[in-house]
């Protein structure tokens, strides 16, 4: 997948945001490459209330 995104599509970069107490994804996109870039606050809002998130990114060059 980041080929085809680096390659096919010429993306630099892949953002992806989780809830803040979301650890199970967090631990996913860490595994995976992706770096904590900072926190969002009221970033979505999510069954009536705006949310905080946590953003990360990963660069693919």
Known sequence: MLGI?????GLH????ATLVH??????ILQRIG???I???PAYLKIAGSW???NLYQR???
């Open 5 to 9: 995104s680096r390659d096919s599509l």
């Open 13 to 16: 970069r892949i953002q992806a």
């Open 22 to 27: 979301n650890a199970a994804s967090q631990k």
């Open 34 to 36: 992706f770096g904590k």
């Open 38 to 40: 900072g926190m969002a």
């Open 51 to 53: 949310q905080d998130h």
């Open 59 to 61: 660069l693919l060059y």
